[in-house]
């Protein structure tokens, strides 16, 4: 007899096309009936919270009251709460964002009882290869998730068994038919036979054991009060089912019994079953490129220097720190972080990335600044201290912020020797915005804001301090112009369409045409890319350019701009009317240390419904790309095969090779690579007729939520047909990326090193006797130069170091972006003289061996490691 467990649940979308706080209001009222139902019906024995905590922190901000009766349900096994925080996406959202978001969801959950311990994700847009990886370092062995499989990937199986390059492995419970089938289920016969006839000859095909699992909820569904009466229906059609209420433990604990599951590998973004919406990356791009900027600057900077600040004595804010990453968790979910909502809901989501850049900028300038006022020294000249937040040593050209009254200086190291500099801009600026109390006291005497360029060499994971003195004579070097920026690894030029000629010195090769812009009509939606059929692609080939480039001792800089001229939008496109611009600004700084080429564009679009990309022409014929995803990199053919059969096999929307990354793409063979490395946009497509060109997508413009019969997605609109004008991205928009060209294939270059350096830039502080937030002496004494760790053994990344969360102790996590497995090495350079092997979660593994200050382990290629110092 087949077993059929009915498990009710509601998912819970905090935000869509409806807001937060619409959402806010069924919760209070729904969290009522779901209470009232668990405590008086001893026959109603589970209900599932939708697997994430902000639901009850959305609720007790209105219900503070009963958390004590939370906490009863949930240590009664009755009310099913956790692991997550929010239910994350998995795409776009790095590695540590999961992580932190299962380690809160689990304290939070920790509160009121145990959490549900399943990675349950039912409606993430894809799955990454790296979950079973980090499901596993929280003790998590099963997964419950909908989209992205199909029969290729090794099974038409739903429980199966899914492993990482790792080794770790967690069950799956797939849901072949989504979280849903169970919805509102109907009391009446008719209808309800209808119903399970359509649901149950796809579930029994997929089991691999009598249960089958029946999810009873939906989307802010409210509790079903006549559950038991349709059970009943549901056992008077099926005598040979059994119906019953459960839950999701039940099922895994049958699933395991099997000895025949298949394992599978690898991430699963196949949208034949269900929509993965492969080109969701690009939409939204100021809300995507705002994300990727605040994770960065978390985990590469103020985590790091908030761990420097407390081995100095400061205080580490943890508080503050969570505040910051559950703002930008409320972001994660997938639908929040792929921008399929109404303009309101997006109007909230940049506010919460709003307030957590700020808080974290503000956090940041905070510690930099307890570090540098606590400086010990009887030099009382202004200072400028740089910070490096990687573990080894840096020789950087650093550009830095400095203000004085000094109408000419110096800088003056620790050793008393001078420091060469080049003034990049100078300007006067009101003394009442450093302070107010200045000009309160009549000293209206303006002081000089400096940006100046510098090289030096910085201390592993720490920082040194120079003295800005005054002297007489103004001395300052200034960058000059050039026709092309000349360095020990590039020779470049700049066309005089905006195009840039970079020839490598070390490959004997150029690079023609790079930063070509692609411009095509969208008649998509905020899911999905749609090409407009035979359309032909307009280029920037044929704009003139005004073009700027300078060099100086430091690094090179180049500014390009233009106005692209397009369609103003889709019935203009297809009349062939060119009356619309993409205004254009590239700014490329080349150091002249290192082989990168760091590239900021700002774009002011006018036009509507249309996706522009730039193309990095790479030389390379490929077969495959090398992007990076958590803590790792995946391998990914430049062409699909499934596009060959995708129409007769009746797939639920074309599968073009748009792919996201998270901090790097390349292609390479045995001999070279290109890459691009990025700060803001996550989206890419290898495309040219030999797949040698790297496209990375500026943005998508769109005007409405979800369209129907899209030429790519045929058939019902996801989401639903609501205007979303804010979605065509009218106005200015800026993007950070670099190219890093290479010898040898992305792997062995390990440009996941390269991408961390670059997303790590070196901080600089500079104190003068004047600041409008006044600070009492800190009794903490800092050194002029200082150094927490630094690594021996330059082979694994590090993904970030904090203070452990619940004993004074610090993390460092690293991982292994290479195909070999490495040793990982650390010199510890503070007072820390012991360490252990954690899980994810931060709960020891087995004590690490400390030899004359050096911690070593091993670490497979894919594979994410932390280790716990303390004193």
Known sequence: MKQVHIVPHMHWDREWYFSTEESRILLVNNMEEIMNRLETDPDYPYYVLDGQTSILEDYFAVKPENKE?????????????GPWYTQTDEMVVGGESIVRNLQYGIKDSKEFGSPMMIGYLPDSFGQSAQM???????????????RGTSERHGTDKTEFYWESDDGSKVLVQLLPLGYAIGKYLPEEDGALKERMEKYFPVLDRGTTTNHLLLPNGHDQMPIQKNIFQVIEKLKQLYPNRDFFLSKYEHVFAEIEKQNDLATLNGEFLDGKYMRVHRSIYSTRMDIKAANTRVENKLTNVLEPLASMAYDLGFEYHHGLIELIWKEIMKNHAHDSIG??????????????????????????DFYKRQIVDAIDTENDADRLTLFNFLPYKRKEAVTAELITKYGSFKLIDENGSEVPFEVLEAEEIDPGLIDRQIVHYGNYDPFIKYQIQLKAELPATGYRTLFVEQVSENTFNHAKQTKEIDNDFYRITVNGNGTVDIFDKRLDQTFEQVLLLENGGDDGDEYDYSPIEGETLLYSD????????????????????????????????????????VDVHFNLHIPNHKPLIEVNCELDNQARDHRL?????????????????????????VYDSAMDVWEKENWSERPDAIYPMLNFVGLSDQDYGVSVLTNSTREYEIVGQNYDTIA????????????????????????????????????????????????GTTLHA???????????????????????????PSANKTPLSYQLLEETEKEVVLSTLKKAEHEDALVIRMYNPTERDVEASYRLCSDFDEAYEANLNE??????????????????????KTIIIKR
């Not at 390990?750 to 006044?774: D, F, R, S, W």
Request: hydrophobic residues 35%.
């Open 696 to 743: 990375l997508t500026l943005f998508r413009s769109i005007g409405y939520l979800g369209k129907a019969e899209m030429v790519r997605r045929p058939g019902r609109p996801s989401g639903i047909k609501l205007p979303t004008p804010d979605s065509q991205m009218i106005g200015k928009l800026s993007l950070d990326f670099a190219l890093f060209i290479h010898e």
């Open 750 to 776: 390990n440009v996941g090193q390269m991408a961390k350096e670059y997303l790590t830039p070196v901080h600089t502080y500079n104190k003068i006797p004047h600041n409008a937030m006044k600070l009492n």
């Open 613 to 637: 990309r730039a193309l990095i022409p790479t030389g390379l014929a490929s077969s495959l790309s090398i992007a990076d995803n958590q803590f790792g990199f995946i391998k990914r053919g």
């Open 339 to 364: 921008c399929c909502c109404s303009d309101k809901v997006h109007q909230e989501i940049a506010n919460r990335l709003f307030i957590a850049e700020e808080k974290t900028d503000r956090l940041i």
């Open 69 to 81: 009766r939370v906490k009863k349900l949930v240590q009664d096994g009755k009310l099913i709460i």
């Open 843 to 864: 709960v020891p593994q087995g004590k690490s061996e400390v030899e004359g200050k050096e911690i070593q382990t091993s670490i497979h290629s894919n594979q994410v």
């Open 132 to 146: 079973p990886q980090i499901l596993n370092g929280f003790d998590i062995k099963y997964t419950i998730f909908w």
């Open 542 to 581: 044929k704009v003139e350019a005004d073009i700027s480039l300078t060099q100086n001792a430091y690094a090179g800089e180049i500014d390009i701009r233009y106005t692209l001229e397009v369609p103003a939008d889709l019935e203009s496109r297809k009349e062939g009317k060119i009356n619309s611009y």
